[in-house]
């Protein structure tokens, strides 16, 4: 899209006679055609490759120590492999208090699961252990390995993280952490 604009900005600084300006629009159109059927292409790549495999983003509140709302959350999370003993579970996001600050992120890598997934109607729940980076334990910031979670896909739109408080000294509060998962169509109005 940028380069269409700055083509443009070149089509019209130009001194243009009719042809010249029909053959520029065409070459323009023909860029910004290309780069659409680009994108389309890479899209449809990705969706195929993600075969066994979710992606999304966090979006939640979690609670504070005192069991209130604290903490807003958002990051990205991707599921690869769901469909074999050893699906990875990665997650990156960031946390910051309510009122804005103490602003600081984490990750979630290294995710073992045991046993086998459950359902239960739509939800499918993976548990297992997984490396938290960092945590705040004793006032210091730690990597912590072997933390207890639950991953738990809800049907193809929902997603939520919990994450063992014990192991984390609280720092996520007492409720999973939400998200979604790709492909969530957005709403464009509110009627």
Not at 84 to 107: D, E, I, Q, W
Request: hydrophobic content about 40%; overall charge positive.
């Amino acid at each position: 899209m940028v380069l269409f604009i700055n083509y443009c900005t070149l089509v019209f600084d130009d001194t243009l006679t009719a042809k010249s300006l029909y053959v520029k629009i065409a070459v323009a159109v023909a860029i910004v055609t290309m780069a659409s059927a680009s994108v389309a292409l890479i899209a449809s790549a990705q969706q195929s490759n993600t075969s066994g495999s979710k992606f999304g983003s966090i979006a939640s509140i979690q609670n504070g120590k005192d069991g209130k709302p604290e903490w807003i959350l958002s990051g990205g999370w991707a599921f690869k492999n769901i469909n074999s003993s050893s699906p990875a579970f990665n997650a990156a996001f960031n946390m910051v208090m309510l009122n804005g600050s103490a602003p600081h992120k984490h990750n979630i890598t290294d995710f073992k699961m045991t046993g086998s997934p459950t359902k239960n109607g739509i939800a499918t729940t993976y548990n297992g252990t997984a490396t938290v980076i960092p945590v705040p334990i004793n006032g210091k910031l730690v990597t912590v390995s072997d933390v207890p979670v639950s991953i738990k896909l809800m049907g193809p739109r929902a997603m939520s993280l919990w994450i063992d408080p014990t192991k984390t000294q609280d720092h996520f509060g007492n409720t999973p952490i939400y998200g979604i998962q790709r492909g969530m169509p957005m709403m464009m109005s509110m009627k």
